[in-house]
């Protein structure tokens, strides 16, 4: 069997694993990185970018249909739209396809040796590769100083309705051949949402099951307002407080809370409750490495229970999103080339691609005031944004937490359409410690959705101007 | 041009692995034959490692402080001719290493330019960088007074991702960096003022040099003897419940015998210190216990005593603690022995000692001399059983007959394996010495 020596070993080629690679290459370490499937990862092939481009065909379409309907009061009017759905998923791999082969590209600037076969860790320093049954290659062993993790994470499966024919995960949803005509989603978390939402534009009557009390539990009732009017709008049936019991036939067995049972015709069943950091199959528990949960307990560096073995991404646990992951994989390659890295990000950002879309950074209210601190917090609407009333989506508004005593911001929270783009400058302005002053000082283009983030600061200082 | 590669030599009897402690060569440097390329360490010995060709260095087998297995490449170079190995192979497979034990391969496989790269990227020991302060004269900015926010316990240090990065390049935790910029945001001016310690003078209202505060961190990688110092004293604390029994000795009568000893024969004999008379009253009393001479292999549960008195003696070099090994000391008379003490320091002293003299001691003496202080807590030289250390002596006020009297008095601190040796023999053991030093005439005699 042929042995490689190596620097550092990259397990996955996921967003954590390849930006490790990168910057490894970078600093001149020898690093070899193994990939199973396609470079990239579940966010490139089977995750944030195939969903994004979905969510964008499905919007363009939704728009066709409302302009069809004759109700636009922009004057546009079309006959009968379709949509062609094979050529819509064709342009999404397409743009897949542009981006993985990229990050190959990228690897092979820096010098990273990819090694395709799927990879199963005998000790801490010593990796097997099973090449792909019949691409013809030997199995190759692999020897490191330092074993870097970054396998990633699954989708979910409930136990009582595993995976497999009307039952798919995100991964099958993404692929669709047709548009179902019922569909049911198992979650109302925002991968449930984000492509619950866009089989709805698509035309499938959607049904949303959720055990909690309401739509996005991890985001506070504000922000998910927006999202849950624009649902009905939309006309997605929303079960709250549902427990899903299992598939009778075509049909999904529910329960609410008071006890009574129902069944809902479905094509096909999204299950969308969650992913679970990958820790089987590849030899993981050969290390026997302290776990927190169900994922590998890394410290502020990043570091497993054992020496020299690192582990990043998805597999570290929440928040599983791919920008930590990155910051993550950057930072254990300038560790093992001798710098010295913390991971202390003042903010990780987060976005829903729901309609409207949130994002978040920093604290909200309700988290300021539960680490005990005296915090202020204002918000703007899109009602009063010109740019908002332009693009016809006034629904929304930013919002800003800041400490009470000297204005330091804590956190931004927006819903509305495109606001995932102003994550950027809500993130910078936590990181460079600004305060509220700094913002409301600083000249905001006009017109854009970027004002509400001035006015929001002002009006959290007690003078706003446009409201 | 050829590629000659130079293996770990096999370096004696059960030694797998040899740890580099110096290179003196670089890759690119051209070498001679017999060139001295590294220094290795085995168990105690440091040995060079010559080179056998000439040729250029093109890489090293790997960094400071790492070991090597026997057998595995540590050095490799480019010279004229053949070489001795064949260029595929060399590409291939740095390493063909005969002993292809775990432990062996573990180290034994480092790519070459792997290690290369790593050791350029990571410099090994090198001191933090803490510029250098400025003169006094220079006068603490005005800002250094300014309302710079007291952080609250646990709360966090605000400074910009920038200002982060720096700080930990610098090595300087922002915790205690006191922030200036709005809302105690902590600015690159701040950082470079707690850096060159600006900042400790100023409660004071004016610069003190007495009380700057200092920045420096400085890595040292615990290598070569040193490392093998703590690995055997962290073995020894870890392994053996150790027993501490200190008593004094009136050592009057020795000091005395001793200065006439010196002052009669100390022209012809050379001069007698406390410690071989030390060693003659041990070896006298390891005649009634046996046991106090031995090695103790615990995890064969087999306690081995020997009638000889192999006896270490714990020296301070500029490297770090050696116990350089007077053998047969049952054999010698004090003048020799002394002789023997004499010739092993200084050969530990200069690094000539041999690996037979650094091994096998059966009983351990420490002496600090007269920083012997007045209790010591000696660490077992494992797997010996018994360890003798010797405090200061001093004069102090001795009841004799009922009046006080100044005497030399010198106490013993000994320690004991608990698990083989009971209190009571060890007590009795130290009283045998002690009864011989009391009574020097005894140790002529017996």
Redesign the interface.
């Known amino acids: 069997m042929e042995?490689i020596?190596?620097?550092l070993l990259i397990i996955g080629g996921g967003p954590a694993g390849y930006v490790a690679g990168i910057r490894a290459g970078q600093?001149?370490?020898?690093t070899v990185l193994v990939e199973g499937a396609q470079p990239g990862g579940t966010c490139l092939n089977i995750g944030c970018i195939p969903s994004k481009a979905l969510i964008h065909a499905a919007d363009e379409y939704a728009k066709t249909m409302h302009y069809a309907a004759q109700t636009s009061p922009l004057g546009i009017k079309v006959d009968a739209p379709s949509i062609d759905l094979e050529k819509t998923v064709a342009w999404k791999d397409g743009i897949v396809k542009r981006l993985t082969g990229g990050v190959g590209a990228l690897l092979k600037k820096q010098g990273v040796r990819v090694v395709r076969g799927w990879a199963r860790v005998l000790d801490g320093?010593t990796v097997e590769v099973q090449p792909h049954e019949g691409s013809g290659q030997e199995p190759v062993r692999i020897?490191c100083?330092h074993l870097l993790l970054a396998s990633g994470s699954h989708a979910v499966e409930l136990p009582f309705m595993p995976f497999g024919g009307p039952v798919i995960s995100s991964t099958e949803a993404l692929s669709p051949s047709e548009v179902p005509r019922r569909m049911v989603v198992v979650g109302a978390g925002y991968i449930g949402l984000e492509l619950g939402t866009a089989f709805r534009k698509l035309g499938s009557q959607v049904t949303v099951v959720e055990a909690a009390e309401r739509i996005l539990p991890a985001y506070d009732a504000d922000l998910v307002k927006p999202v849950a009017s624009s649902l009905e709008r939309l006309g997605v049936e929303v079960r709250l407080a549902t427990s899903v019991l299992g598939m009778e036939g075509e049909r999904v067995k529910v329960r609410d809370a008071s006890g009574v049972e129902a069944y809902l015709e479905a094509d096909r069943v999204l299950v969308a409750v969650g992913r679970k950091p990958a820790t089987t199959g590849w030899g993981l528990e050969h290390l026997m490495l302290d776990m927190n949960g169900r994922a590998v307990k890394v410290d502020e560096q990043c570091r497993t229970s054992m020496r020299n073995v690192w582990a990043i991404g998805d597999l570290t646990g929440e928040p599983m999103l791919a920008h930590r992951a990155m910051a993550q994989g950057e930072m254990v390659a300038e560790i093992i080339?001798?710098?010295?890295?913390?991971f202390?990000p003042?903010a990780i950002p987060a976005v829903c691609y729901t309609d409207p879309e949130i994002v978040v950074a920093g604290m909200s209210p309700g988290e300021a005031a539960a680490a005990g601190i005296d915090a202020i917090s204002a918000s703007f609407p899109f009602s009063a944004n010109g740019r908002a009333m332009t693009i016809e989506s006034t629904d929304g508004f930013v919002r800003v937490v800041a400490?009470k005593d000297?204005?330091?911001i804590l956190g931004w929270q927006a819903v509305g359409v495109g606001v995932a783009e102003l994550a950027a400058g809500f993130t910078q302005s936590i990181?460079?410690?600004a305060?509220l002053?700094?913002v409301a000082r600083t000249i905001h283009a006009h017109p854009t959705l970027g004002e509400a983030v001035q006015e929001a600061a002002l009006r959290a200082l007690g003078h706003a101007l446009h409201i | 041009m050829g590629i000659h590669v130079i293996k770990m030599p096999d370096l004696g009897e059960g030694i797998a692995e040899v740890e580099v402690v110096a290179w003196h060569v670089q890759p690119g440097d051209t070498v001679r034959e017999d060139q001295v390329l590294a220094d290795v360490m085995t168990d105690k010995a440091t040995v060079e490692i010559p080179s056998p060709v000439a040729g250029t260095i093109t890489s090293l087998g790997g960094a400071i402080g790492q070991s090597l297995a026997v057998g595995a490449e540590l050095i490799r170079l480019e010279v004229a001719g053949a070489g001795n190995i064949s260029a595929d192979k060399a590409r291939k497979?740095?390493v063909q290493s005969g002993a292809a034990t775990a432990a062996a391969?573990?180290v034994a496989?480092?790519?070459l330019?792997?290690?290369a790269?790593?050791a350029?990227?990571?410099?090994a020991p090198a001191p933090a960088a803490a510029p250098a302060k400025p003169a006094p004269a220079k006068s603490a900015p005005a800002r250094a007074a300014s309302g710079a926010?007291q952080r609250a316990d646990g709360e966090k240090p605000?400074?910009?991702?920038a200002v982060?990065?720096r700080a930990?390049?610098l090595?300087v935790e922002l915790q205690f960096v006191p922030g200036s910029?709005?809302?105690?945001?902590i600015t690159h001016a701040d950082l470079d003022a707690h850096v060159a310690g600006r900042r400790g003078g100023a409660a004071n209202g004016a610069m003190d040099e007495r009380y700057s505060e200092q920045h420096g961190e400085h890595a040292t990688q615990i290598i070569g003897l040193r490392r093998k110092i703590a690995e055997k004293m962290q073995e020894a604390k870890r392994n053996i419940p150790h027993f501490t029994y200190v008593e004094e000795v009136d050592v009057t009568e020795l000091e005395a015998l001793r200065l006439q000893l010196n002052a009669r024969y100390g022209q012809e004999r050379g001069k007698l210190t406390l410690l071989p008379l030390l060693m003659r009253a041990v070896v006298l009393a390891l005649r009634s216990y046996p046991m106090m001479s031995a090695r103790y292999d615990d995890e064969a549960n087999t306690l081995t005593t020997y009638d000889a008195a192999h006896i270490g003696i714990a020296a301070q070099t500029e490297s770090g603690l050696m116990v350089p090994v007077v053998r047969h000391a049952e054999s010698r008379d004090p003048w020799s022995s002394a002789a023997e003490i004499a010739r092993l320091a200084e050969a530990a002293r200069s690094g000539k000692a041999t690996r037979d003299e650094l091994t096998g001691s059966t009983i351990t003496i420490t002496s600090l001399g007269a920083l012997g202080g007045i209790v010591t807590t000696p660490v077992i030289n494992r797997p010996e059983v018994a360890i003798v250390g010797v405090n200061r002596i001093v004069d102090r006020p001795v009841i004799r007959d009922g009046a006080m009297v100044a005497r030399k008095m010198m106490n013993l601190s000994s320690s004991f394996d608990h698990r083989v040796i009971d209190g009571m023999v060890a007590a009795q053991f130290v009283q045998s010495i002690r009864g011989y030093l009391e009574f020097p005439a005894t140790l002529f005699v017996e």
């Open positions: 042995t020596n190596t620097t600093l001149g370490i020898p320093k020897r100083e080339a001798g710098k010295r890295r913390w202390h003042a400490r000297n204005h330091l990181e460079l410690g305060q002053e700094d | 497979e740095p391969e573990e496989e480092p790519q330019e792997a290690v790269a790593h350029s990227a990571a410099p926010l605000l400074a910009p991702p982060r990065q930990w390049d090595g910029g709005p809302a105690g945001r």
